[in-house]
T-cell receptor, first 116, second 113 residues
Framework: AQTVTQSQPEMSVQEAETVTLSCTYDTSESDYYLFWYKQPPSRQMILVIRQEAYKQQNATENRFSVNFQKAAKSFSLKISDSQLGDAAMYFC?????????????FGKGTKLSVIP | NAGVTQTPKFQVLKTGQSMTLQCAQDMNHNSMYWYRQDPGMGLRLIYYSASEGTTDKGEVPNGYNVSRLNKREFSLRLESAAPSQTSVYFCASCLLGQGYEQYFGPGTRLTVT
């Protein structure tokens, strides 16, 4: 079974600074997808970024980027120029590849605080 | 588009009572999912429906039943609620295909006393 581990229950960052959230996963599959979801206090789950395992290039979305190390099974999220609105729980998630209906396996989350 | 909607947003039940959580999506997605979120546990899959007419168990199905009423709607039923089912419940949907992300509803906070 796949597992996703987020080793940092809580992190904090100064506004305008950069922070990196860690995620490791365990799988025997070669085709899979990785996601970072943000959950602000409103409780809504919001997709931040997605990475396809077959792509060597790291995904970026504006101030959000990932460092995907397939051999090490590591998928960290870097947030640049942190803003107050970035304060939230962040969940790393794994989905096996293929066209079927496959569940997401989530890590336990990292609570990010942004200090003004 | 409303996306994924869930009703109710909050609910308090007594032990042994039953209730149904409703979920609907207007994005023409094939697959729908029910997750529960507990403190310190992330989200765990209860049941899912790959397409209209099919349902399958996820990681934590005990104590729940589901119905895929049509392509839009996927309900979750608690037949006899227990305090261990106190949680936040999320419905999600996605298109079948390569790596399509799941879109989540706003969640239902359920308390069983």
């Amino acid at each position: 079974a796949q597992t996703v581990t987020q080793s940092q229950p809580e992190m904090s960052v100064q506004e305008a600074e950069t922070v990196t959230l860690s995620c490791t996963y365990d799988t025997s599959e070669s085709d899979y997808y990785l996601f970072w979801y943000k959950q602000p206090p409103s409780r809504q789950m919001i997709l931040v970024i997605r990475q396809e395992a077959y792509k060597q290039q790291n995904a970026t979305e504006n101030r959000f980027s990932v460092n995907f190390q397939k051999a090490a099974k590591s998928f960290s999220l870097k947030i640049s120029d942190s803003q107050l609105g970035d304060a939230a729980m962040y969940f790393c998630a794994y989905r096996r590849g293929g066209a079927g209906s496959y569940q997401l396996t989530f890590g336990k989350g990292t609570k990010l605080s942004v200090i003004p | 588009n409303a996306g994924v909607t869930q009703t109710p947003k909050f609910q308090v039940l007594k032990t042994g009572q039953s209730m149904t959580l409703q979920c609907a999506q207007d994005m023409n997605h094939n697959s729908m999912y029910w997750y529960r979120q507990d403190p310190g546990m992330g989200l765990r899959l209860i049941y899912y429906s790959a397409s209209e007419g099919t349902t399958d168990k996820g990681e934590v199905p005990n104590g729940y039943n589901v119905s895929r009423l049509n392509k839009r709607e996927f309900s979750l039923r608690l037949e006899s609620a227990a305090p261990s089912q106190t949680s936040v419940y999320f419905c999600a949907s996605c298109l079948l295909g390569q790596g399509y992300e799941q879109y989540f509803g706003p969640g239902t906070r359920l308390t069983v006393t």
